[in-house]
């Protein structure tokens, strides 16, 4: 049986983030398997033992009430990010190999700040990551916001499968807004079937929001011209050469770099979705 103890670390996993879920969210993210019913009957004991409240569709633990206006500026905050750099997201839509973009981090679950940025998963044709990686680079270089956008992932079209396997990672893969809706917003849960056992109660499906796509269609993989395969070959390892000379490793949990994928996020936020399960008793 579903337990409170269960439920209240990713109340306040949330909040750690200065967020806050809904009910349907919070069934979600468990991690043990269960029915929609006894999960109401655990929430609702929760709300008449005072330990958590409901307001405005959203859960709070007793303490963090207050944050309800917070939220939903938060959620205007969002999509106002967006709106900002939607004409750069064109733009690296219309790089030939890119093959599908969607937006991670505080943009997937609407809980940007006014000063955050813009995280990005994209999916690229075969052999082309650092070729299209270069040319973002290049877009955020022309338009002064190299700093402000995190092309923080990349994965081949032909390999979807992502290496690092957690609860953490399912979160982000399944809450992830497509900016693309194309074929991959099937193959990615596909080619992942792992995320069922770590997330057994949420439904397999991409978190669509119509406001946030741009795109709707599929692209052919441009992998023809030999002397690509060289170039990306070379950029790589370039990039590979750079990121050793500053210190960083290049097979570490937070910095994964390979010819074919590429997880380019410093910072390593499994810790933090440890820590809540951890501080339960639950193991993460």
Not at 53 to 68: C, H, M
Request: charged share 25%; with cysteine.
């Amino acid at each position: 049986m579903l337990r409170h103890m269960e439920i209240l670390p990713i109340v306040r996993l949330a909040h750690h983030f200065g967020g806050a879920y809904s009910a349907d969210m919070i069934f979600s993210f468990l991690k043990v398997p269960t029915n929609r019913q006894d999960f109401d009957l655990q929430v609702n004991e929760l709300i008449r033992s005072g330990l958590i409240v409901e307001q405005d569709g959203y859960i709070f633990d007793k303490s963090q009430a207050f944050l309800t206006e917070s939220i939903l500026q938060k959620r205007d905050f969002s999509f106002a990010l967006f709106r900002r750099y939607h004409l750069f997201l064109k733009l690296v839509w219309f790089i030939p190999w890119i093959q599908f973009i969607g937006l991670t981090g505080s943009n997937s679950f609407e809980n940007c700040d006014e000063s955050d940025d813009l995280d990005l998963f994209i999916v690229t044709s075969p052999k082309r990551i650092w070729i299209c990686n270069f040319i973002v680079f290049i877009l955020k270089s022309m338009i002064g916001k190299r700093l402000m956008i995190n092309d923080n992932f990349y994965i081949e079209s032909q390999q979807l499968s992502i290496r690092h396997k957690s609860y953490y990672s399912a979160i982000q893969l399944l809450q992830m807004i497509p900016v693309s809706v194309n074929r991959f917003t099937d193959n990615l849960i596909d080619f992942n079937p792992w995320l069922a056992s770590e997330l057994p109660n949420i439904k397999l499906k991409m978190n669509i929001k119509d406001k946030y796509v741009l795109f709707n269609q599929n692209k052919t993989d441009r992998i023809f011209f030999k002397p690509f395969d060289w170039l990306n070959k070379i950029l790589f390892n370039l990039y590979q050469r750079k990121k050793r000379r500053e210190g960083l490793p290049t097979s570490a949990e937070t910095i994964f770099i390979r010819e074919d994928y590429a997880k380019l996020h410093r910072y390593q936020f499994h810790t933090d979705y440890d820590h809540f399960f951890v501080k339960e008793n639950i193991n993460a």
